[in-house]
């Protein structure tokens, strides 16, 4: 064998020697090139005394430095990598660069000093040696790991080369450890192994041709542990307890061996392998040490440009594209939660949110609200245990095809849910994904609360007008009750008149009471306060029927109960009254309108159909519930569906509708049992 050691290494010690003389040819004056010049003469005269020990016998000591200083020099070679370093006089004031220098020295003069004070015993050696070769294997991992594809193919040659050495003196110094003494057949195979690895390096050489390459290491951590570093540790470890096993071992010391092994290799498997503990590390370590699967300040801009540019008929439509386009899916809705018990669709691109669809939101709105996550229905489909608490209806979603549920937070309070669609399966989240979705539903949240607030703000400045609309009428009303009241005391003193003059005098009169009570309802409605009382709406809307059925066509009545509830039950039979009259001026003399009253699990609803003229799609998207906007010309003001609307949405209700121009529509209304839930 010595013979087969002494070939390895010769050859070894001549192919570092070519390899070095083609770097100098190469005149390469960089950094980089200058230190790979170093450590293939490093490399080259470490195999030069390793042959020499062969052949001369002297201490393997001597050897055993010399490769230290050529770990040393393939160590700082890797975190030259990742420095922006061009002189050696910068190098040398780098903080890593002097952090692994000081640590080297440290360890190997702790280690050397050892030695000599226990009779030249190895064990220390041995030890220090394991170290070094887990400090650049987790060194190479850093750097392949955090490399982006470009670099990555001109340093995995690199990387190879040099885990391969790394790996095979950690085995070699672990077995020295464990048995007191080096496996002199894996001594003498460094040599061919060294040899072997130099094409590899000299490919890397060729392809890193501007002298650097730059990767991302985290601002707070530096060198970093992994699932490799772990087993790293936890195999010197083993060294150790194999040391002290072996010292102490006696009679006892094979069978205490065997126990430890097999312990050993248990937790190791399960600290491997545990599902749990390896997401939980790979998400820390990526959080801290890798370099982001997306360039945030890249993703912060893209979506204010697309906030800026997108266009829709609303807001919700803006925001439902946005959180769309961000996962590549076809189909999208946003639900606003406006009770715990009741959701309502703000708008939906394909996607059709029944009442069984709405109760599954419920449950997940209830999940997202307490844990705020995002629910990946395909990740819940593989694992429904990563989400405690949760039920989820799988064939509902899959009927609808919903893949994805993005909870809306506005400040801490939840807004609401985007459901995200698509006929193809999504990719499964990742924590990064993860992280960026709930950013983008954070800022389209705000975005949403912003266009919310200038809307009520329109309104406001609409009623504001309106108010001072009133405030003219009023004065105006109140010039003409005080000419006709005059008129009216005035009469008497002209009964001389023929008897048609009486009559005048009486139309005026009438007419003088009707604009009096226009004023007191127009004063009134300033200063009016709802009150609810626990009414029942059948008897209401009896009554308003009644009203209603002096007009054609009849209008049709059923409920199941009384139907109770906390109301205002004059504002009540007033908005009530207009829905009613809307869908019987909508209808033809023969056709008819039907009111529906039954209540439900959670709410009462309330019907009213017709089989009247209809309305488009776009009429009821953006005109229907807009104040001050009608098609009834100068006989209308446009505030009769708008109050309907805010009166029910005040009682925490929910007002629905659904037509079809030349068929009929049907407005649905959906009040809680108890108002005050």
Same mark, same amino acid.
């Given at each position: 064998?010595?013979?087969?050691?002494?070939i390895?290494?010769s050859l070894?010690?001549?192919?570092?020697a070519?390899?070095s003389?083609? /770097?100098?040819?190469?005149?390469?004056n960089?950094?980089l090139?200058?230190?790979v010049?170093?450590?293939?003469?490093?490399?080259?005269?470490?195999?030069?005394?390793?042959t020499?020990?062969?052949k001369?016998?002297?201490?393997?000591?001597?050897?055993?430095l010399?490769?230290?200083?050529k770990i040393?020099?393939?160590?700082?070679l890797? &975190?030259?990598?990742?420095?922006?370093?061009?002189? &050696?006089?910068?190098?040398?004031?780098?903080?890593?660069v002097r952090?692994?220098?000081?640590?080297?020295?440290?360890?190997?003069?702790g280690?050397?000093?050892?030695s000599?004070?226990?009779n030249?015993?190895y064990?220390? +050696?041995?030890?220090?040696? #394991?170290?070094?070769?887990?400090?650049m294997?987790?060194l190479?991992?850093?750097l392949?790991?955090?490399?982006?594809l470009?670099v990555r193919?001109?340093?995995?040659?690199?990387?190879?080369? @040099?885990?391969?050495?790394a790996?095979?003196?950690?085995?070699?110094y672990? =077995?020295a450890?464990m048995v007191?003494?080096?496996?002199?057949?894996?001594?003498?195979?460094?040599?061919?192994?060294?040899?072997? +690895?130099?094409?590899?390096?000299? #490919?890397?050489?060729?392809?890193?041709?501007?002298?650097?390459?730059?990767?991302f290491v985290?601002?707070?951590?530096?060198?970093y542990?992994?699932?490799?570093?772990?087993?790293?540790?936890?195999?010197?470890l083993?060294?150790l307890?194999?040391?002290? &096993? %072996?010292?102490?071992?006696?009679?006892?010391?094979?069978?205490?061996? /065997?126990?430890?092994?097999?312990?050993?290799?248990i937790v190791l498997?399960?600290? !491997?392998?545990?599902?749990?503990?390896?997401?939980?590390?790979?998400?820390?370590?990526?959080?801290?040490f890798?370099?982001?699967k997306?360039?945030?300040?890249d993703?912060?801009?893209n979506?204010?440009?697309?906030i800026?540019?997108?266009?829709?008929?609303?807001?919700?439509?803006?925001?439902?594209q946005?959180?769309?386009s961000k996962?590549?899916? @076809?189909r999208g809705a946003?639900?606003?939660?406006?009770? *715990?018990?009741h959701?309502?669709?703000?708008?939906?691109?394909?996607?059709?949110?029944?009442? $069984?669809?709405?109760?599954?939101l419920?449950?997940?709105g209830?999940?997202?609200?307490?844990?705020?996550?995002?629910?990946?229905v %395909?990740?819940?489909?593989?694992?429904?245990a990563?989400?405690?608490?949760?039920?989820?209806n799988?064939?509902?979603c899959r009927?609808? $095809?919903?893949?994805?549920?993005?909870?809306?937070?506005?400040?801490?309070?939840?807004?609401?849910?985007f459901?995200?669609? *698509?006929?193809?399966?999504?990719k =499964?989240?990742n924590?990064?994904?993860r992280d960026? @979705?709930?950013?983008?539903?954070?800022?389209?949240?705000?975005?949403?609360?912003?266009?919310?607030?200038?809307?009520?703000?329109s309104?406001?400045?609409?009623?504001?007008?309106?108010n001072?609309?009133?405030?003219?009428?009023?004065?105006?009303?109140?010039?003409v009750?005080?000419? !006709?009241?005059?008129?009216?005391t005035?009469?008497?003193?002209h009964r001389?008149?023929?008897e048609?003059i009486d009559?005048?005098?009486?139309?005026?009169?009438?007419?003088?009471?009707r604009?009096?009570?226009?004023?007191?309802?127009?004063r009134?409605?300033?200063?009016?306060?709802? #009150?609810?009382? *626990?009414?029942?709406?059948?008897?209401i809307i009896?009554?308003?029927?009644?009203?209603?059925?002096?007009?054609q066509p009849?209008?049709?009545?059923?409920?199941?109960?009384?139907?109770?509830t906390?109301?205002?039950a004059?504002?009540f039979?007033?908005?009530?009254?207009?829905?009613?009259? %809307?869908?019987?001026?909508?209808?033809?003399?023969?056709?008819?309108?039907k009111v529906?009253?039954?209540?439900k699990?959670r709410?009462?609803?309330?019907?009213i159909?017709?089989?009247?003229?209809?309305?488009?799609?776009?009429?009821?998207?953006?005109?229907?519930?807009?104040?001050?906007?009608?098609?009834?010309?100068?006989?209308?003001?446009?505030?009769?569906v708008?109050?309907?609307?805010?009166?029910?949405?005040?009682?925490?209700?929910?007002i629905?509708?659904?037509?079809v121009?030349?068929?009929?529509? &049907?407005?649905t #209304?959906?009040?809680?049992?108890?108002?005050?839930?």
């Open positions: 064998m010595d013979f087969i050691g002494t390895g290494f070894a010690s001549i192919a570092y070519l390899f003389l083609l /770097i100098i040819a190469a005149r390469n960089s950094l090139a200058r230190w010049l170093l450590c293939t003469l490093v490399t080259c005269a470490s195999s030069i005394i390793a020499l020990q062969i001369l016998g002297f201490s393997l000591q001597w050897a055993m010399a490769d230290c200083l040393a020099c393939w160590s700082l890797i &975190i030259l990598f990742n420095t922006e370093d061009r002189n &050696i006089k910068a190098l040398i004031k780098n903080y890593y952090q692994y220098v000081g640590i080297w020295l440290a360890l190997v003069l280690s050397w000093l050892a000599y004070w226990l030249y015993a064990e220390y +050696i041995f030890l220090l040696f #394991i170290v070094l070769n887990l400090w294997l987790v190479l991992e850093q392949y790991r955090n490399a982006n470009q193919w001109a340093i995995w040659p690199l990387v190879i080369a @040099l885990a391969s050495m790996v095979f003196d950690f085995v070699l672990a =077995q450890t007191g003494g080096i496996d002199f057949d894996f001594w003498f195979s460094r040599g061919f192994l060294a040899l072997f +690895i130099v094409p590899l390096l000299l #490919i890397s050489t060729r392809r890193v041709k501007n002298g650097e390459v730059r990767i985290s601002r707070n951590v530096v060198f542990s992994s699932m490799l570093m772990i087993a790293g540790v936890y195999l010197l083993m060294a307890a194999g040391y002290v &096993i %072996n010292y102490v071992g006696g009679e006892w010391g094979s069978l205490v061996s /065997i126990g430890f092994l097999m312990l050993s290799g498997i399960a600290l !491997l392998i545990t599902e749990s503990l390896r997401r939980k590390v790979k998400v820390f370590i990526a959080k801290n890798f370099a982001n997306y360039e945030y300040r993703e912060w801009l979506l204010i440009e697309k800026e540019t997108t266009s829709g008929e609303n807001h919700y439509q803006m925001a439902t946005i959180m769309m996962v590549n899916v @076809l946003i639900i606003k939660k406006v009770t *715990d018990q959701y309502q669709q703000q708008y939906s691109h394909g996607l059709h949110i029944d009442e $069984n669809t709405e109760e599954q419920i449950e997940v209830i999940f997202c609200q307490a844990q705020g996550w995002i629910v990946d %395909n990740e819940y489909e593989q694992s429904p990563i989400y405690p608490d949760l039920s989820l799988l064939e509902c009927q609808q $095809n919903i893949q994805i549920i993005v909870p809306i937070f506005i400040g801490k309070a939840f807004y609401g849910l459901v995200l669609a *698509d006929e193809n399966k999504t =499964q989240l924590w990064e994904d960026l @979705l709930f950013a983008v539903s954070k800022q389209l949240g705000n975005f949403i609360s912003l266009y919310e607030a200038t809307d009520k703000l309104e406001s400045k609409q009623f504001d007008a309106f001072r609309m009133s405030a003219f009428l009023v004065h105006d009303l109140k010039n009750q005080a000419q !006709l009241a005059l008129i009216t005035n009469a008497e003193k001389t008149n023929p048609f009559d005048v005098f009486e139309t005026v009169e009438s007419a003088t009471e604009l009096a009570k226009v004023l007191s309802q127009l009134k409605k300033q200063v009016e306060q709802s #009150i609810n009382r *626990d009414t029942g709406l059948a008897s009896e009554k308003v029927v009644a009203q209603c059925n002096v007009l009849k209008v049709e009545f059923q409920h199941i109960g009384n139907c109770s906390l109301i205002d004059e504002s039979h007033s908005v009530m009254h207009h829905l009613i009259q %809307n869908a019987q001026e909508a209808s033809k003399n023969d056709g008819w309108v529906t009253l039954a209540e699990k709410t009462i609803r309330i019907i159909e017709d089989n009247g003229c209809g309305m488009t799609e776009e009429f009821m998207d953006t005109r229907l519930f807009r104040p001050f906007d009608t098609t009834k010309g100068n006989a209308g003001m446009g505030i009769g708008f109050e309907a609307k805010q009166f029910f949405e005040s009682m925490a209700g929910v629905k509708v659904e037509s121009v030349d068929k009929g529509s &049907i407005f #209304i959906d009040l809680p049992i108890d108002s005050r839930a």
